[in-house]
């Protein structure tokens, strides 16, 4: 049928097509998926963020800049105003603070890139752990001390059963550094194990 220069050619390229194909999936997967499991996982910021800096040399408290995660489901970053208490005055002209001051000056976000996050079938709830006394550093790990943050845990269901089933094995309890208000009494209290029905993370 083919001339078999033609017929080679046309081989050649149809598994070179094929390994590209299979790359190219492969890619696909591993950027498209889900934060969970990438333990290390530390995206480009749009704006140089130091932890380090303003929770360990400066001593804010979580809480300050992520307001509603004693209260609420989810936590929040904070929004470009809780910033400028600041930076109108500390560091004003700082390259490094450009795109804060346009966010604030145009009113848009500056868009961070979300690090952690659960497929949308399972349910996850702050306030309740954090109302429990447990720490952020039980599932973000010591976040002062990042410069640059990354995801700690794994988030797997295995990672949050784990913990549900034997919590005095990993529970961190409530430290001053997290800023949350936790009654002393509660902290000397065993800490409660969490629910294991399917139903709980997954309605
Ligand atoms: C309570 C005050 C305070 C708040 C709130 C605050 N910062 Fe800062 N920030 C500082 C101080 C003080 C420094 C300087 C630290 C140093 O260099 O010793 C700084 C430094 C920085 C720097 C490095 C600037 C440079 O030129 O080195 C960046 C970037 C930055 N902050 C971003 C932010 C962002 C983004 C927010 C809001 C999410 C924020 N800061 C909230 C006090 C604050
Ligand atoms: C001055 C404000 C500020 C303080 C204080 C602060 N953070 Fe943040 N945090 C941010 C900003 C801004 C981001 C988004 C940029 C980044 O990822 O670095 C962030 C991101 C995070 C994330 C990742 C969110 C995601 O996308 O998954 C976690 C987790 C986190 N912070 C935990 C903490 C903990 C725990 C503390 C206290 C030990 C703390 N933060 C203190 C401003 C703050
Ligand atoms: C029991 C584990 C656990 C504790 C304790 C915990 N977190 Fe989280 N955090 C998570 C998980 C899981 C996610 C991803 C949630 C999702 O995708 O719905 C997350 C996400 C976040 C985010 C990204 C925004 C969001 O709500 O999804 C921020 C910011 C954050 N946590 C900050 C904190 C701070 C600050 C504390 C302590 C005051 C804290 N976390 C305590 C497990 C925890
Ligand atoms: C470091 C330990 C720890 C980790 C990790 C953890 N949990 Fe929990 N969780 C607890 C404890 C302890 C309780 C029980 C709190 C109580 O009863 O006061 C709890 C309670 C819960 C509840 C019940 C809340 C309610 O409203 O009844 C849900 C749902 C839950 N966890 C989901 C998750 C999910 C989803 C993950 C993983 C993404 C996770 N947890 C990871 C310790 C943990
Ligand atoms: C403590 C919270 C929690 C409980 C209890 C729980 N899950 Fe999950 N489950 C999760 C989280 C978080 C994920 C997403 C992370 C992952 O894929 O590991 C998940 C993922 C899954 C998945 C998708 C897995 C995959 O590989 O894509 C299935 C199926 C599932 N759960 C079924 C169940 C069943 C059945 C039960 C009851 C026997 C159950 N879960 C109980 C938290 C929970």
Redesign the pocket.
């Known amino acids: 049928m083919f001339d078999s220069k033609i017929d080679q050619n046309l081989k050649r390229s149809i598994v070179g097509g094929g390994t590209l194909l299979v790359v190219g999936v492969l890619a696909f997967y591993f950027l498209r998926h889900p934060a969970v499991m990438d333990v290390g996982y530390r995206p480009q910021q749009p704006?140089?963020?130091?932890h380090l800096?303003?929770v360990q040399?400066?001593n804010?408290k979580c809480v300050?800049?992520h307001t509603s995660v004693e209260n609420s489901a989810h936590s929040t970053?904070?929004?470009?105003s809780?910033?400028?208490?600041?930076?109108l005055v500390?560091?004003r002209d700082?390259?490094?603070?450009k795109l804060?001051r346009e966010s604030h000056e145009k009113g848009v976000a500056?868009p961070w890139v979300r690090i952690h996050r659960l497929p949308e079938y399972a349910f996850f709830n702050h306030s309740r752990h954090i109302q429990s006394g447990i720490d952020c550093a039980s599932c973000h790990g010591e976040v002062e001390n990042q410069a640059v943050i990354s995801q700690k845990k794994s988030l797997t269901m295995g990672w949050c059963l784990d913990c549900h089933r034997n919590p005095e094995e990993m529970v961190i309890p409530t430290r001053e550094i997290s800023g949350v208000d936790i009654d002393p009494q509660l902290l000397k209290s065993e800490i409660p194990k969490g629910p294991t029905h399917c139903s709980a993370c997954h309605h």
């Open positions: 704006v140089p963020f130091d800096v303003h040399q400066l804010i300050y800049c970053v904070p929004p470009t809780t910033c400028m208490n600041c930076h500390v560091k700082s390259e490094k603070l804060v500056i």
